[in-house]
């Protein structure tokens, strides 16, 4: 029982380079979200997927783009990484019904 | 513009003692509030929610308590063990296109010290 798998785990990038993390869910949840966590900032929404075919902008989208491949997967894009972007990224899902949310165990990226 | 407010980025508490977190927020249209606990290098973990048709919610020794007026919430541990050391998430949602958004507050580090 996978739940959200997220790949890569660790990644180190130089400014400029480009990347995409993957998040796959077998949950059959319908919204699909991705996070940053940065130290006193707590956990920051960048982009969701309130259902397939539909992405939307969160809190801090700005040098990030998504897709929303299929029901199971989204996946987040970095075009041209900036040291600003050094943060942990968690993938997550949701039913769309009773609202709990469920996290990936994160993406550590450094851009140096 | 914090939505969710968590002011105590972290708190002390003794072994079966009673540990308080509080969490407060601006948004009127959010209508489901949860906690999430956080272990370092994991991803955060479901701990308990809370309708806003309800003020209270209790699943073994944790409480969720709504204060929908003061637009407060707050989580109870009773007893307080020290597994229960780990950064505690507030997390506020409303529906959106079909789905959910949840806004996350910036987290209280909770010790739970022998």
């Known amino acids: 029982n996978a739940g959200v798998t997220q790949t890569p785990k660790f990644q180190v990038l130089k400014t400029g380079q480009s990347m995409t993390l993957q998040c796959a869910q077998d949950m059959n949840h319908n919204s699909m979200y991705w996070y940053r966590q940065d130290p006193g900032m707590g956990l920051r929404l960048i982009y969701y997927s309130a259902s397939e075919g539909t992405t939307d902008k969160g809190e801090v989208p700005n040098g990030y783009n998504v897709s929303r491949l299929n029901k199971r997967e989204f996946s987040l894009r970095l075009e041209s990484a900036a040291p600003s972007q050094t943060s942990v990224y968690f993938c997550?899902?949701?039913?769309?019904?009773?609202?709990?949310?469920?996290f990936g165990e994160g993406s550590w990226l450094t851009v140096v | 513009d914090q939505q969710v407010k968590q002011n105590s980025p972290s708190l002390s508490v003794q072994e079966g003692r009673i540990s308080i977190l509080n969490c407060d927020y601006t948004n009127s249209m959010f209508d489901y509030f949860l906690w999430y606990k956080k272990y370092p290098a994991e991803g955060p973990t479901f701990l308990i929610s809370i309708s806003s048709i309800k003020d209270k919610n209790e699943d073994g020794r944790f409480t969720v308590f709504l204060n929908k007026s003061a637009k407060h919430l707050s989580l109870h541990i009773v007893p307080s063990q020290p597994g229960d050391s780990a950064v505690y998430f507030c997390a506020a949602s409303r529906p959106v296109g079909g789905g959910n958004k949840l806004t996350f507050g910036t987290g209280t580090q909770l010790k739970v010290e022998l």
């Open positions: 997550a899902t949701a039913t769309g019904i009773g609202n709990t949310i469920y």
